[in-house]
């Protein structure tokens, strides 16, 4: 019978194996959960999608939108409707357009000015020069609702038109509408499917009618408790949470948490079969399972708190809120997770439950096989795996550009549409309105150098609200164009040349201009932070100087790989206009931090084994024993992530695209070849300046490694 105590002389497993252990586990998180539970579901009630929560903290338009709504009016949402007709517009069509209005305008009153008086200054409509369309602009209070619901309303109250006369609702208003449709229900969406994608991978990973249902259980307490946390941190800290980082909460849990179950479960089938004890069985998979899970949690914890440097308040944002995720998911896999295995014994395995025996046989399977190819063409594996990554990078000579927010759906709706032809038939008007704010006594002077900027088409004057005069400002050129950007700088450097005016401009395509560069600037600060982190764990971890090194610059050479592939894909195949600016500094995030936990897994059971057999045994053995669960571990992240590409966003396709073929190249080829043939090829050098760096006849308490022969067998 073999005897419970640890491995390389610790001691027993004692009173952590104690039969009333997991039960005061279960039970404590019973109590937890019945507190998170109601707290989870108030997550959604602090969800926002403000432009001020999510733009820049200190960007100009940032400053307009924060003003804009402060200000009388200022939450209003614009929508502006494009009547046209191919062969012109007709008498009758004029009077529809004009009824239409009436109505609207009595339905939602238009604002006031400070004197009171209703802004109805010119005429409402308009006719196009080319007399083949109409428009006009209609300002609604959010009193009357949010944009998602007040497009529907105003697209079906003006249905009743002459046949043959066509109509589209866009502005900003309508565009906001469109995008908050695409995000209604989709933390359910995506929380449902991305359940049913783990179920079905654990149900093929164990072949066991029951097994798979517990990570299952540990994983969705987890999802509970981090929802109720993060609903804590918004009240109690001021985090923004918008939809986008509500969805990646979820596919972190989910996906970060059925990794640490596998490793976990492999390890305590390994132990069930070399200690009687189901307890101390237990004891010791989480002693072999643990630091590697623990290092792997602080990787992606540390990460994304990397994150709070961020100026973008959406980024920034995900930090604390996907580092309390991964932390909920950790505690849970090492705490309920195995308590409620323990509790249920052997049987969960059933039909193929693991036997104590003692004398094991251990078969070299497929991954084995596969350590032993690489041994002997080490070079060849090399230099493949970076043929084919190279390869895979070449992609990213392709269309990296910056995805325009109309270019954002997969499916075109009506409020982009519509500023197509917008344009089309009102060149003056056919991009996004500018909002410069300015002191009212300088209002004349900011105006005229607003109309002499080179790329304005028409300047506006709109009223005085609150110590404040605004000016809509029309560029020539199409929203969101480096000639339209342009144009904004030029803008700006005007308007501030104004003494006394503290004239600031904003505006959707500011905004998305303010957010494109920040996020570049973001990504110059994140990307070096989040390297030094992680490299700092993983010498930790391995308390070695090379190893570090060499795994961080094959995830490095993985990233640019995944991202080469993916924007061929979305290029060539997919046609997406560009890449949408938070992909690259998020997919690097998640490709950086959950790529390296595969070699964190691989490294560490390498580690461990190196202390018997040697790197180049222990290495083999540390591939054979792990590449089934880490393979396995990554298809199942990968699906998560692969969740995203299911949503209408092209943002949440690129995303989740990304990252899924990414995690597959670090758990199919670097993770399986690549470190492998380095680690092989570099030898004991790999662990320098640690203690196994030095000679074999020096390793600690006197062990040696096997060599010759005995390696060889083992291989075999």
Same mark, same amino acid.
């Given at each position: 019978?073999?005897?419970?105590?640890?491995?390389?002389?610790?001691?027993?497993?004692?009173?952590?194996?104690?039969?009333?252990?997991?039960?005061?586990?279960? $039970?404590?998180?019973?109590?937890?959960?019945?507190?998170?539970?109601?707290?989870?579901?108030k997550l959604s009630s602090v969800t926002t999608d403000s432009a001020v929560d999510t733009?820049? *903290?200190?960007?100009?338009?940032?400053?307009?939108?924060?003003?804009?709504?402060?200000?009388?009016?200022? #939450?209003?949402?614009?929508?502006?409707?494009?009547?046209? @007709?191919?062969?012109?517009?007709? *008498?009758?069509?004029?009077?529809?357009?004009?009824?239409?209005?009436?109505?609207?305008?009595?339905?939602?009153?238009?604002?006031?000015? #400070?004197?009171?008086?209703?802004?109805?200054?010119?005429?409402?409509?308009?006719?196009?020069?080319?007399?083949?369309?109409?428009?006009?602009?209609?300002?609604?209070?959010?009193?009357?609702?949010?944009?998602?619901?007040?497009?529907?309303?105003?697209?079906?109250?003006?249905?009743?038109?002459?046949? $043959?006369?066509?109509?589209?609702?866009?502005?900003?208003?309508?565009?906001?509408?469109?995008?908050?449709?695409?995000?209604?229900? =989709?933390?359910?969406?995506?929380?449902?499917?991305?359940? !049913?994608?783990?179920?079905?991978?654990?149900?093929?990973?164990?072949?066991?009618?029951?097994?798979?249902?517990?990570?299952?259980?540990?994983?969705?307490?987890?999802?509970?408790?981090?929802?109720?946390?993060?609903?804590?941190?918004?009240?109690? +800290?001021?985090?923004?949470?918008?939809?986008?980082?509500?969805?990646?909460?979820?596919?972190?849990?989910?996906?970060?948490?059925?990794?640490?179950?596998?490793?976990?479960?492999?390890?305590?089938?390994?132990?069930?079969?070399?200690? #009687?004890?189901?307890?101390?069985?237990?004891?010791?998979?989480?002693?072999? *399972?643990?630091?590697?899970?623990?290092?792997? !949690? *602080?990787?992606?914890?540390? &990460?994304?708190?990397?994150?709070?440097?961020?100026?973008?308040?959406?980024?920034? &944002?995900? &930090?604390?809120?996907?580092?309390?995720?991964?932390?909920?998911?950790?505690? /849970?896999?090492l705490t309920l997770f195995p308590a409620v295995l323990v509790v249920l014994g052997r049987?969960?395995?059933?039909?193929?439950?693991?036997?104590?025996?003692?004398?094991?046989?251990?078969?070299?399977?497929?991954?084995?096989?596969?350590?032993?190819?690489?041994?002997?063409?080490?070079?060849?594996?090399?230099?493949?795996?970076?043929?084919?990554?190279?390869?895979?990078?070449?992609?990213?000579?392709?269309?990296?550009?910056?995805?325009?927010?109309?270019?954002?759906?997969?499916?075109?709706?009506?409020?982009?549409?519509?500023?197509?032809?917008?344009?089309?038939? +009102?060149?003056?008007?056919?991009?996004?309105?500018?909002?410069?704010?300015?002191?009212?006594?300088?209002?004349?002077?900011?105006?005229?150098?607003?109309?002499?900027?080179?790329?304005?088409?028409?300047?506006?004057?709109?009223?005085?609200?609150?110590?404040?005069?605004?000016?809509?400002?029309?560029?020539?050129? /199409?929203?969101?164009?480096?000639?339209?950007?342009?144009?904004?700088?030029?803008?700006?450097?005007?308007?501030?040349?104004?003494?006394?005016?503290?004239?600031?401009?904003?505006?959707?395509?500011?905004?998305?201009?303010?957010?494109?560069?920040?996020?570049?600037?973001?990504?110059?600060?994140?990307?070096?932070?989040?390297?030094?982190?992680?490299?700092?764990?993983?010498?930790?971890?391995? @308390?070695?100087?090379?190893?570090?090194?060499?795994?961080?610059?094959?995830?490095?050479?993985?990233?640019?790989? /995944?991202? &080469?592939?993916?924007?061929?894909?979305?290029?060539?195949?997919?046609?997406?206009?560009?890449?949408?600016?938070?992909?690259?500094?998020?997919?690097?995030?998640?490709?950086?931090?959950?790529?390296?936990?595969?070699? =964190?897994?691989?490294?560490? @059971?390498? @580690?461990?084994?190196?202390?018997?057999?040697?790197?180049?045994?222990?290495?083999?053995?540390?591939?054979?024993?792990?590449?089934?669960?880490?393979?396995?571990?990554?298809?199942?992240?990968?699906?998560?992530?692969?969740?995203?590409?299911?949503?209408?966003?092209?943002?949440?396709?690129?995303?989740?695209?990304?990252?899924?073929?990414?995690?597959?190249?670090?758990?199919?080829?670097?993770?399986?070849?690549?470190?492998?043939?380095?680690?092989?090829?570099?030898?004991?050098?790999?662990?320098?300046?640690?203690?196994?760096?030095?000679?074999?006849?020096?390793?600690?308490? $006197?062990?040696?490694?096997?060599?010759?022969?005995?390696?060889?067998?083992?291989?075999?």
């Amino acid at each position: 019978m073999a005897v419970d105590t640890a491995p390389s002389g610790k001691a027993p497993a004692g009173r952590l194996a104690g039969r009333w252990v997991p039960w005061l586990v279960i $039970g404590l998180w019973l109590v937890l959960a019945a507190g998170m539970v109601p707290l989870s579901g108030k997550l959604s009630s602090v969800t926002t999608d403000s432009a001020v929560d999510t733009l820049p *903290a200190g960007a100009e338009s940032t400053k307009v939108a924060a003003l804009d709504d402060r200000l009388p009016g200022g #939450e209003d949402s614009t929508f502006v409707f494009v009547y046209h @007709r191919a062969e012109g517009m007709t *008498a009758a069509d004029r009077a529809a357009v004009e009824r239409h209005y009436d109505a609207l305008a009595k339905r939602y009153p238009p604002k006031t000015t #400070e004197t009171g008086d209703a802004d109805d200054e010119g005429s409402p409509t308009s006719l196009s020069t080319d007399r083949k369309a109409m428009t006009f602009t209609l300002d609604v209070s959010t009193a009357y609702g949010p944009p998602e619901e007040l497009v529907g309303p105003l697209r079906d109250a003006t249905k009743d038109r002459p046949s $043959g006369l066509e109509l589209e609702v866009t502005g900003p208003g309508a565009i906001d509408g469109d995008m908050d449709a695409v995000f209604d229900g =989709i933390d359910e969406q995506v929380l449902l499917t991305t359940i !049913a994608v783990v179920t079905l991978l654990l149900i093929l990973t164990y072949r066991s009618p029951v097994l798979w249902i517990i990570p299952l259980v540990a994983v969705g307490a987890a999802a509970l408790t981090s929802m109720g946390t993060v609903y804590l941190l918004v009240k109690g +800290f001021g985090i923004v949470v918008n939809d986008q980082n509500s969805a990646l909460l979820t596919i972190l849990v989910f996906g970060v948490g059925t990794d640490y179950a596998l490793l976990l479960i492999a390890r305590y089938r390994e132990a069930l079969h070399h200690h #009687e004890s189901v307890p101390v069985a237990m004891v010791h998979a989480l002693r072999g *399972a643990a630091p590697a899970i623990v290092a792997s !949690a *602080a990787t992606v914890v540390s &990460g994304l708190l990397c994150l709070l440097v961020a100026d973008l308040n959406s980024t920034s &944002g995900l &930090g604390p809120i996907g580092a309390a995720g991964i932390l909920c998911a950790l505690v /849970a896999m090492l705490t309920l997770f195995p308590a409620v295995l323990v509790v249920l014994g052997r049987r969960i395995f059933w039909p193929a439950i693991p036997r104590f025996s003692t004398a094991v046989e251990e078969k070299p399977g497929l991954w084995g096989r596969l350590g032993a190819a690489i041994d002997r063409r080490r070079w060849v594996a090399t230099l493949g795996s970076f043929g084919v990554l190279g390869v895979l990078a070449l992609g990213l000579a392709g269309n990296t550009g910056a995805l325009r927010e109309q270019d954002q759906f997969l499916s075109t709706p009506e409020s982009v549409t519509g500023f197509t032809v917008l344009r089309e038939h +009102f060149p003056e008007l056919g991009g996004q309105p500018l909002t410069v704010f300015t002191r009212p006594a300088q209002q004349e002077k900011v105006l005229d150098v607003v109309e002499d900027t080179r790329g304005v088409a028409v300047a506006v004057p709109e009223e005085t609200v609150g110590g404040w005069a605004s000016i809509s400002v029309f560029p020539k050129d /199409a929203p969101d164009t480096a000639a339209e950007y342009d144009t904004i700088k030029r803008v700006r450097t005007a308007v501030h040349t104004v003494s006394g005016a503290e004239a600031i401009v904003g505006g959707p395509s500011a905004e998305n201009l303010d957010t494109e560069v920040t996020t570049g600037r973001d990504e110059k600060l994140v990307i070096p932070l989040v390297l030094v982190v992680v490299l700092i764990i993983l010498g930790l971890l391995l @308390r070695a100087v090379l190893a570090p090194l060499v795994l961080m610059a094959t995830v490095v050479v993985s990233f640019a790989a /995944a991202f &080469g592939g993916s924007v061929f894909l979305f290029d060539t195949i997919l046609g997406f206009k560009g890449v949408d600016y938070s992909v690259p500094l998020l997919a690097f995030l998640f490709l950086v931090a959950l790529g390296v936990d595969y070699n =964190i897994f691989l490294a560490s @059971r390498a @580690r461990e084994e190196t202390m018997r057999l040697g790197t180049r045994g222990g290495m083999l053995k540390a591939l054979s024993a792990t590449g089934g669960v880490i393979t396995s571990a990554g298809l199942v992240l990968a699906a998560t992530f692969g969740v995203l590409v299911t949503l209408p966003l092209v943002m949440l396709v690129e995303v989740g695209f990304l990252v899924a073929f990414g995690v597959l190249l670090d758990a199919l080829l670097v993770r399986s070849v690549l470190v492998p043939a380095l680690t092989l090829l570099i030898g004991r050098r790999m662990w320098w300046p640690s203690r196994l760096f030095r000679p074999a006849a020096e390793l600690p308490d $006197g062990r040696q490694p096997l060599a010759g022969k005995a390696e060889s067998a083992l291989q075999r």
